[in-house]
Protein backbone atom coordinates (compact mmCIF):
# COMPACT_ATOMS: atom_id res chain seq x y z
CA UNK A 1 0.00 0.00 0.00
CA UNK A 2 1.57 3.47 -1.16
CA UNK A 3 0.07 5.10 2.21
CA UNK A 4 2.02 2.45 4.81
CA UNK A 5 4.98 2.59 2.11
CA UNK A 6 5.43 6.71 2.53
CA UNK A 7 4.61 6.19 6.41
CA UNK A 8 7.48 3.77 6.94
CA UNK A 9 9.22 5.72 4.64
CA UNK A 10 8.99 8.67 6.57
CA UNK A 11 9.76 7.29 9.83
CA UNK A 12 12.46 5.73 8.97
CA UNK A 13 13.85 9.47 7.35
CA UNK A 14 13.27 11.08 10.67
CA UNK A 15 9.21 12.52 10.91
CA UNK A 16 8.00 11.83 14.49
CA UNK A 17 4.72 13.58 14.32
CA UNK A 18 1.91 11.24 14.30
CA UNK A 19 -0.82 13.92 12.99
CA UNK A 20 2.28 14.85 9.71
CA UNK A 21 2.22 11.73 8.93
CA UNK A 22 -1.71 10.81 9.25
CA UNK A 23 -1.90 14.27 7.06
CA UNK A 24 0.26 13.30 4.60
CA UNK A 25 -2.37 9.39 4.32
CA UNK A 26 -5.08 11.59 3.67
CA UNK A 27 -3.14 13.86 0.83
CA UNK A 28 -2.65 10.34 -0.69
CA UNK A 29 -6.09 8.92 0.08
CA UNK A 30 -7.70 11.82 -1.65
CA UNK A 31 -5.46 11.09 -4.79
CA UNK A 32 -6.05 7.96 -4.98
CA UNK A 33 -9.65 6.84 -4.21
CA UNK A 34 -11.52 8.96 -1.11
CA UNK A 35 -13.04 5.97 0.01
CA UNK A 36 -9.69 5.46 1.84
CA UNK A 37 -10.57 8.65 3.90
CA UNK A 38 -13.14 6.80 5.99
CA UNK A 39 -10.63 3.94 7.39
CA UNK A 40 -8.04 6.90 7.78
CA UNK A 41 -10.30 8.46 9.93
CA UNK A 42 -11.13 4.92 11.95
CA UNK A 43 -8.27 4.01 12.45
CA UNK A 44 -8.11 6.50 15.78
CA UNK A 45 -10.13 3.61 17.27
CA UNK A 46 -9.36 -0.46 16.93
CA UNK A 47 -13.02 -1.65 17.79
CA UNK A 48 -14.49 1.04 14.98
CA UNK A 49 -12.26 -0.57 12.15
CA UNK A 50 -14.47 -4.12 13.03
CA UNK A 51 -11.21 -5.96 12.05
CA UNK A 52 -13.54 -9.47 11.93
CA UNK A 53 -16.48 -7.94 10.07
CA UNK A 54 -17.61 -10.60 7.74
CA UNK A 55 -17.59 -10.88 4.57
CA UNK A 56 -15.07 -8.02 4.42
CA UNK A 57 -12.20 -10.17 6.38
CA UNK A 58 -8.56 -9.64 4.27
CA UNK A 59 -10.12 -6.30 3.05
CA UNK A 60 -6.85 -4.38 2.09
CA UNK A 61 -8.07 -0.96 3.84
CA UNK A 62 -8.68 -3.40 6.61
CA UNK A 63 -5.01 -4.04 7.22
CA UNK A 64 -4.46 0.13 6.43
CA UNK A 65 -6.79 0.97 9.38
CA UNK A 66 -4.85 -1.37 11.86
CA UNK A 67 -1.71 -0.03 10.57
CA UNK A 68 -2.49 3.70 11.02
CA UNK A 69 -4.07 2.25 14.46
CA UNK A 70 -0.72 1.25 15.20
CA UNK A 71 1.14 4.20 14.29
CA UNK A 72 -0.80 5.95 16.82
CA UNK A 73 0.40 2.97 19.69
CA UNK A 74 3.70 3.20 21.51
CA UNK A 75 4.32 -0.03 22.75
CA UNK A 76 4.59 -2.73 19.89
CA UNK A 77 3.75 -6.26 21.63
CA UNK A 78 0.36 -5.23 23.72
CA UNK A 79 -0.80 -3.43 20.55
CA UNK A 80 0.03 -6.51 18.18
CA UNK A 81 -1.68 -8.51 20.43
CA UNK A 82 -4.55 -6.22 20.41
CA UNK A 83 -5.05 -6.25 16.38
CA UNK A 84 -4.49 -10.18 16.59
CA UNK A 85 -7.04 -10.66 19.04
CA UNK A 86 -9.33 -8.18 16.86
CA UNK A 87 -9.77 -11.36 14.89
CA UNK A 88 -9.96 -11.35 10.89
CA UNK A 89 -7.28 -11.63 8.76
CA UNK A 90 -5.30 -11.09 12.23
CA UNK A 91 -1.86 -12.09 10.56
CA UNK A 92 -1.74 -9.62 7.69
CA UNK A 93 -3.61 -6.72 10.00
CA UNK A 94 -0.90 -7.77 12.60
CA UNK A 95 2.28 -7.89 9.72
CA UNK A 96 1.19 -4.15 8.43
CA UNK A 97 0.47 -2.47 12.02
CA UNK A 98 4.00 -4.12 12.84
CA UNK A 99 5.99 -3.14 10.26
CA UNK A 100 4.45 0.80 11.23
CA UNK A 101 4.91 0.22 14.77
CA UNK A 102 8.30 -1.60 14.45
CA UNK A 103 9.46 1.71 11.84
CA UNK A 104 8.41 3.96 14.99
CA UNK A 105 9.65 2.30 18.29
CA UNK A 106 12.64 0.87 16.87
CA UNK A 107 14.48 -1.90 17.16
CA UNK A 108 15.20 -1.40 21.23
CA UNK A 109 11.02 -1.43 21.25
CA UNK A 110 10.88 -4.85 20.32
CA UNK A 111 9.72 -7.24 22.95
CA UNK A 112 12.57 -9.62 23.40
CA UNK A 113 11.01 -12.41 24.31
CA UNK A 114 10.00 -11.66 20.46
CA UNK A 115 13.31 -11.47 19.36
CA UNK A 116 14.77 -14.30 21.02
CA UNK A 117 12.48 -16.84 19.13
CA UNK A 118 13.28 -15.00 15.89
CA UNK A 119 13.27 -17.78 13.15
CA UNK A 120 16.27 -17.37 11.16
CA UNK A 121 17.61 -14.88 13.29
CA UNK A 122 21.22 -14.99 12.07
CA UNK A 123 20.47 -15.10 8.28
CA UNK A 124 17.85 -11.91 8.68
CA UNK A 125 20.55 -9.77 10.65
CA UNK A 126 22.81 -10.38 7.98
CA UNK A 127 20.18 -9.01 5.37
CA UNK A 128 19.68 -6.32 7.35
CA UNK A 129 23.36 -5.05 7.28
CA UNK A 130 23.65 -5.91 3.76
CA UNK A 131 20.85 -3.61 3.38
CA UNK A 132 22.55 -1.09 5.30
CA UNK A 133 25.45 -1.04 3.53
CA UNK A 134 23.65 -0.78 0.11
CA UNK A 135 21.64 2.49 1.58
CA UNK A 136 24.91 3.99 2.42
CA UNK A 137 23.51 4.60 6.39
CA UNK A 138 27.13 4.81 8.20
CA UNK A 139 30.53 2.91 6.49
CA UNK A 140 31.07 2.43 9.86
CA UNK A 141 29.29 -0.74 9.95
CA UNK A 142 30.48 -3.84 11.97
CA UNK A 143 29.11 -7.30 11.07
CA UNK A 144 29.03 -8.90 14.06
CA UNK A 145 25.64 -10.32 14.17
CA UNK A 146 23.37 -9.54 15.98
CA UNK A 147 25.34 -6.57 17.92
CA UNK A 148 25.63 -4.52 15.14
CA UNK A 149 26.42 -0.93 16.08
CA UNK A 150 26.04 2.10 13.52
CA UNK A 151 27.78 5.12 15.44
CA UNK A 152 26.70 8.01 13.36
CA UNK A 153 22.52 7.01 13.08
CA UNK A 154 21.59 5.04 15.71
CA UNK A 155 17.89 5.52 15.28
CA UNK A 156 17.85 4.70 11.69
CA UNK A 157 19.54 1.93 11.76
CA UNK A 158 16.85 0.63 14.91
CA UNK A 159 14.47 1.13 12.58
CA UNK A 160 15.62 -0.69 9.42
CA UNK A 161 16.32 -3.53 12.11
CA UNK A 162 12.89 -3.04 13.86
CA UNK A 163 11.19 -4.09 10.14
CA UNK A 164 12.62 -7.73 10.30
CA UNK A 165 9.19 -10.38 10.50
CA UNK A 166 8.88 -11.35 13.74
CA UNK A 167 7.96 -14.80 15.30
CA UNK A 168 6.70 -15.78 18.73
CA UNK A 169 7.93 -19.21 20.10
Known amino acids: CVIISTIIGNILRGTESVDTLLNMSKDIAISYD ?43 QSSIN ?51 KKLNIDSSIQESIPKTIVENKPSLFHRVKSMMRIKKN
Open 34 to 76: ERILEYIDLSNNLSALKLDELPYIGYTLKALGAGLWALRQTEF
Open 82 to 132: AIVLEGGDSDTNASVAGAVLGAKVGYSGLPSVWLEGLVRKEELMKKVNLLI
